[in-house]
């Protein structure tokens, strides 16, 4: 079955790097772009960007086009987000989510992973 | 950047209707999926292209988009229905990003 396995939760210091992985598996990974998604505690969900799985292309919201970055390991069907120079605010559960097309735009979300929670304290 | 603007929240009673809005600017031009929320649980895609059920969600959740507002309806609601609904769609400005509703909490009564 359709699966995105998520790594584990971290906290991180202020000023440092996250990097968070997202494993498919049960479907042809090329097939569908991925979109990653967080919400900061008790708050909505905020998009923040997309990967076409397929070729490398990418949207992006301002907030990683500022401070961070999705990439593609096909060897393992994994898509990786790094957000740097963490703030306080960036304090959330960072979820993957398959897109129903290899192209996320105009697209919805059809499976997601677990989700990550992020901890961002001095 | 676009704005969907949802309820806070929606309070039904058990076996009756509830409708859940999402405004925007011409969002009927635009396309719109549904998502729902438990506590502690990752979202799950109730309705796809403003009107489509994935399968395993069941007839009881239907969508709706026209003019300046989209409707989620789940009829015959139960316990199992309260959740956080979030509406979403693409910007189809020159960024092309994604946005999200503020979302909605259905309480059952």
């Known amino acids: 079955q359709v699966k995105l396995v998520q790594s584990g939760d971290e906290v991180k210091r202020p000023g440092a790097s996250v990097r968070v992985s997202c494993q498919a598996s049960?479907?042809?990974?090329?097939?569908?772009?991925i979109t990653w998604v967080r919400q900061a505690p008790g708050q909505g969900l905020q998009w923040m960007g997309w990967i076409n799985t397929q070729n490398g292309d990418k949207n992006s919201a301002q907030i990683l086009r500022d401070r961070g970055t999705m990439t593609i390991d096909t060897s393992t069907s994994t898509v990786y987000l790094e957000l740097g120079n963490l703030r306080s605010d960036d304090t959330a559960v960072y979820f993957c989510?398959?897109?129903?097309?290899?192209?996320?735009?105009?697209?919805?979300?059809?499976?997601w992973g677990q989700g990550t929670r992020v901890t961002v304290a001095s | 950047s676009y704005v969907l603007t949802q309820p806070p929240s929606v309070s039904v009673a058990p076996g009756q209707t509830a409708t859940i809005t999402c405004g925007g600017h011409n969002i009927g031009t635009n396309i719109v999926h549904w998502y729902q929320q438990k506590p502690g649980q990752a979202p799950v895609l109730v309705i796809y292209h403003d009107t489509d059920r994935p399968s395993g969600i069941p007839e009881r959740f239907s969508g709706a988009n026209s003019g300046n507002t989209a409707t989620l309806t789940i009829s015959g609601v139960g316990v199992a229905d309260e959740a956080d609904y979030y509406c979403q769609v693409w910007d189809t400005s020159i960024e092309s990003w994604g946005v999200f509703g503020g979302g909605t909490q259905l309480i059952v009564l």
């Open positions: 989510a398959r897109c129903s097309s290899t192209s996320c735009y105009l697209n919805s979300f059809d499976r």
């Open positions: 049960g479907y042809t990974f090329n097939n569908f772009g």
